[in-house]
């Protein structure tokens, strides 16, 4: 008789007409598998949930990084030709009617104007105002109630505004106050970085402001009125990370379920008949020498 390997066998199988169906083991096997379809859906559902963690760290940031900021106002009472941006900051740039990337449109038949535009800065504390220092003839009355419909540092990142302060300063109505009011924003940055699933990733900043106007007079005259932006930047750097949980991990719990609960519900449901019951009286194999 040649060598036969499955004497090795450790999982050797019952004759099927050994065992028999029960109403218990319907039960367990029913009960088994629904449970193992909730543990499924848990299971996925926890994977596709994903996770935003969070960490700060300080900004390196070089002398040569650059900040985009966007505007955009109304002044309903102050034409175009004496409406300019002046830029200024704390490494010395001073610059007065800048004029790139801007664009005036003309509202309420000219005596009002939106102004809207783009530009970069440093990432140093610094102001930019809206005024007519570079006008070359100065209005006859100054009037800078405005309308404020944006005004926005580094990248848009409209779909984390829950995590933090993401909320630019937009929809301010300045229309009603006096004519000769100068106006002040105070602007304070959280430089914020947002990282997706897929690692792309958003540079951004968080947002506190708070504003006032005033009439101003200096050394017995009236000091020229204007819209004041003042900005300043923390060192301190925000990340967002969205994470979920690895394929694998998912995979892995999934089967160790399946075969758990398939194991469970077999060793304690799944028993052989009684032999005797197996065959009936008249059953030659019964006489069998083997089975005596």
């Known amino acids: 008789m040649g060598f036969d390997v499955r004497r090795f066998d450790i999982y050797r199988k019952i004759p099927?007409?050994?065992?028999?169906?029960?109403?218990?083991?319907?039960?367990?096997?029913?009960?088994?598998?629904?449970?193992?379809?909730?543990?499924l859906?848990?299971?996925?559902?926890?994977?596709?949930?994903?996770?935003t963690k969070n960490e700060m760290f300080v900004d390196q940031a070089g002398v040569d990084e650059k900040v985009e900021v966007r505007f955009n106002i109304s002044l309903i009472r102050l034409?175009?030709?004496?409406?300019?941006?002046?830029?200024?900051?704390?490494m010395g740039?001073?610059?007065?009617?800048?004029?790139?990337?801007?664009?005036?449109?003309?509202?309420?038949d000219g005596a009002g104007c939106r102004y809207e535009?783009?530009?970069?800065?440093?990432?140093?504390?610094?102001?930019?105002?809206?005024?007519?220092h570079s006008a070359r003839?100065?209005?006859m009355s100054y009037d800078f109630a405005h309308e404020i419909h944006e005004i926005r540092f580094g990248e848009n990142v409209t779909t984390v505004e829950s995590l933090g302060a993401f909320a630019a300063p937009s929809n301010i109505?300045?229309?009603?106050?006096?004519?000769?009011?100068?106006?002040?924003?105070?602007?304070?940055?959280?430089?914020?970085?947002?990282?997706s699933l897929d690692g792309s990733q958003r540079h951004t900043?968080?947002?506190?402001?708070?504003?006032?106007?005033?009439?101003?007079?200096?050394?017995?005259?009236r000091v020229l009125p204007a819209v004041w932006f003042r900005y300043s930047i923390s060192p301190i750097t925000v990340k967002y990370t969205v994470t979920r949980r690895p394929f694998y991990h998912f995979i892995t719990t999934i089967s160790f379920v399946w075969v758990r609960i398939i194991l469970l519900g077999s060793n304690q449901h799944r028993r052989p008949r009684d032999p005797i019951s197996v065959f009936p009286d008249n059953d030659s194999r019964l006489a069998s020498p083997s089975l005596i």
């Open 173 to 195: 109505d300045m229309t009603d106050k006096n004519a000769d009011s100068s106006f002040d924003y105070y602007i304070k940055l959280v430089p914020t970085i947002y990282q």
């Open 16 to 39: 099927k007409d050994l065992t028999q169906p029960t109403l218990t083991g319907a039960i367990v096997s029913i009960t088994s598998c629904s449970f193992i379809v909730f543990l």
């Open 117 to 132: 535009g783009a530009f970069l800065i440093n990432k140093v504390p610094g102001n930019f105002h809206l005024s007519t």
């Open 137 to 139: 003839i100065q209005p």
């Open 93 to 108: 740039r001073h610059e007065v009617g800048f004029a790139g990337n801007t664009r005036k449109l003309p509202i309420h």
């Open 205 to 221: 900043y968080q947002y506190t402001y708070a504003n006032k106007h005033y009439s101003q007079h200096g050394h017995g005259h």
């Open 79 to 90: 034409s175009c030709d004496y409406l300019g941006l002046d830029i200024q900051d704390e």
């Open 41 to 51: 859906l848990v299971e996925l559902s926890s994977f596709l949930t994903t996770e």
